[in-house]
């Protein structure tokens, strides 16, 4: 009689016992570590098991979206990616409330052991970043490098595994904004798509009645704000000068005279239509699954910018602002990090943007978004 074959246990599977040595800190033994010391090994060393499930998640996404017709049958799949990399970084920012239960003077017994180690060396963190599309040029210095990734190599410049990782990852286009963006510059605009006779027009129109639409809406709020909160003659020209300004942020914006490129600026400007298009009338079934898709981006990083607050947090409390253990300005670095590391801003600024529905410009072709018989 054939022996059935061995079947694998839990610990085999998951491999525990493997999992179990690693938290021996530079001295390989766990026994000659304080419980703080193991304890801040392994809230690391699960921030980085939840790294990798990010980048699984973020690459599964980036390849729906990088095919040149992404069904939508697909959509489905990429939002839920998405969806799940917000929860893993909301789970990881609940590990910071187990950081702040060491006390401070306890951490410094051992802070010391860590120079010039960084939470900045995190490969995976610095693979996050690339693979969703944070340029480079909104980097940050962490110290006198001349680039980020220069902080990934040895002590004497020389490739290591983290540098290799990281290296690779750049190499591997597009990114998930890359990807997502070029999706929603296909968007059709009153039925009109890319490269098709009109568009052009059909996009510049759009972008009139929109901006006709904040200027309506301009005056509304002017109105109503001066009635009810100028006390002075001073207070109702400050507030109509706000919301002038406003108004020409807007007319700029929809213009996209920040696009430095003239090549690239009517590119932009079907982007940006986009968004406002697909976001104005969510309610049309051709448009409810990329509106979702707008809402999760934001809500993925939107989570990864909490997180990143949570730490400066995590870290101003249990040790001031003192100097990082790699020599960077420590809580006020991370603080930077999360005012300024945005990858989608075209979809967080076209938040600002949105009008109330009766203002918003009337879709044309209704139809072309409407459900249809296979």
């Known amino acids: ?62 390849d729906l979206f990088r095919r040149d017709y992404v069904p939508e049958t697909a959509l489905a799949a990429a939002n839920l990616a998405l969806r799940r990399v917000a929860l893993i970084f909301q789970l990881a920012s609940d590990h910071f409330r187990l950081m702040e239960s060491m006390r401070s003077r306890d951490y410094l017994r051992f802070r010391d052991k860590l120079s010039p180690a960084s939470g900045f060396q995190s490969a995976q963190m610095r693979e996050i970043e690339v693979l969703m599309g944070l340029d480079d040029g909104d980097r940050i210095a962490f110290g006198n490098e001349a680039s980020y990734r220069d902080a990934l190599r040895g002590p004497n410049g020389e490739a ?96 996209a005279e920040d696009v430095r490129d003239a090549a690239e600026r009517p590119r932009r400007q079907r982007l940006r239509a986009a968004l406002l298009f697909i976001d104005s009338h969510r309610e049309l079934p051709l448009l409810s699954w990329p509106c979702e898709i707008l809402d999760t981006i934001v809500e993925a990083e939107q989570a990864m910018l909490i997180f990143r607050q949570r730490h400066a947090r995590m870290v101003e409390r249990v040790i001031g602002r003192r100097i990082g253990t790699g020599g960077s300005d420590g809580v006020d670095y991370l603080d930077q990090t999360a005012l300024r590391y945005r990858v989608f801003q075209e979809i967080w600024a076209a938040r600002t943007l949105l009008l109330r529905p009766e203002l918003a410009p009337p879709v044309r072709n209704q139809d072309f978004y409407g459900l249809r018989a296979p």
């Open 1 to 62: 009689m054939t022996p059935l074959p061995r079947r694998p246990t839990y610990w085999e599977y998951i491999r525990v016992e493997d999992l179990l040595t690693l938290q021996g800190g530079i001295e390989g033994d766990e026994e000659q570590l304080a419980d703080d010391e193991v304890r801040f090994i392994v809230i690391h060393q699960v921030d980085e098991l939840w790294f990798k499930l990010v980048l699984r998640e973020l690459r599964t996404a980036r």
């Open 160 to 255: 290591t595994p983290a540098s290799e990782r990281v290296a690779r990852r750049s190499a591997d286009r597009p990114s998930l904004k890359e990807a997502i963006y070029a999706w929603l510059q296909r968007t059709p605009i009153h039925g009109s798509k890319p490269g098709s006779a009109g568009d052009a027009e059909a996009v510049a129109s759009f972008l009139r009645e929109f901006l006709q639409g904040h200027e309506q809406s301009s005056r509304d709020s002017v109105e109503h704000t001066v009635r009810s909160q100028a006390l002075t003659p001073g207070d109702g020209d400050r507030l109509r000068r706000r919301y002038g300004e406003q108004l020409d942020k807007a007319r700029a914006w929809l213009a």
